[in-house]
């Protein structure tokens, strides 16, 4: 149980496009979904969290218009990379849980994110 | 400020025991995970901790003291399949997850 999908799992595209990122919790009901970025041999860094049906709360130094969130329902939240450039290829994770507090966070397979 | 501290690095012995520490200050707490990761790949859960004393679940068990801010996760029999990073994370009173950098652990034959 408590499996997260996160699609694409590879993008290359070219710099000024923006891309979107999915994630889904196919077997639960996810409350609570993060989206983290994460640096070559670095730990995660937590870029927003988001509820269901309400905005998501961003990290400080993280760009609202850059980085678009959507938490639609319990099972999808959508992470879009607008106008990307070089600076902003990284492997971004998904993770999903069902209660703040105790509840694991479930992590989707990341997309690993190329601007050229 | 919050802070976890794991080491960076540890080497150890397919076959053998090994013991990643981690230690935490944070604004409150309301459990510590342990998580897995392979290189290029997304975390696993691996462990929850909230109350003092060791949680074991087959080759892995995961300690807490909260009183000393201090958990660590034990590895046994070591497999070359456990060569990844070790994150350790702690929830805090806002159940924010605190990550640590994570200690990548080396396994040699």
């Known amino acids: 149980g408590a499996v997260v999908s996160q699609h694409p799992s590879r993008v290359i595209c070219k710099s000024g496009t923006s891309v979107k990122i999915e994630c889904r919790s196919l077997?639960?009901?996810?409350?609570?979904m993060f989206w983290y970025r994460q640096f070559p041999k670095k730990s995660l860094m937590l870029m927003a969290t988001?509820?269901?049906?309400?905005?998501?709360?961003?990290e400080q130094g993280v760009e609202k218009d850059k980085f678009l969130i959507n938490h639609a329902s319990l099972t999808l939240s959508t992470l879009t990379v607008t106008s990307a450039h070089p600076e902003d290829s990284s492997f971004y994770i998904c993770?999903?849980?069902?209660?703040?507090?105790?509840?694991?966070?479930?992590f989707g397979d990341g997309t690993r994110l190329s601007i050229l | 400020g919050q802070n976890i501290d794991q080491p960076t690095e540890m080497t150890a012995t397919e076959g053998a025991i090994v013991q990643i520490n981690c230690t935490y200050q944070?604004?409150?707490?309301?459990?510590l995970f342990w998580y897995q990761q392979h290189a290029g790949e997304a975390p696993t859960f691996l462990s929850y901790?909230?109350l003092d004393g060791l949680e074991e679940k087959g080759r892995f068990s995961s300690f807490l003291s909260r009183s000393k801010g201090y958990s660590y996760l034990l590895l046994k029999e070591l497999q070359m399949k456990d060569s990844a990073s070790y994150l350790c994370?702690?929830?805090?009173?806002?159940?924010?997850?605190?990550w640590g950098a994570g200690t990548k652990l080396i396994i040699k034959p």
């Open positions: 993770s999903a849980t069902t209660d703040r507090g105790g509840q694991p966070q479930h």
């Open positions: 994370a702690v929830e805090d009173s806002n159940y924010q997850l605190i």
């Open positions: 077997d639960f009901q996810a409350t609570t």
């Open positions: 901790n909230v």
């Open positions: 944070t604004s409150g707490f309301n459990g």
């Open positions: 988001s509820n269901e049906g309400s905005k998501a709360t961003y």
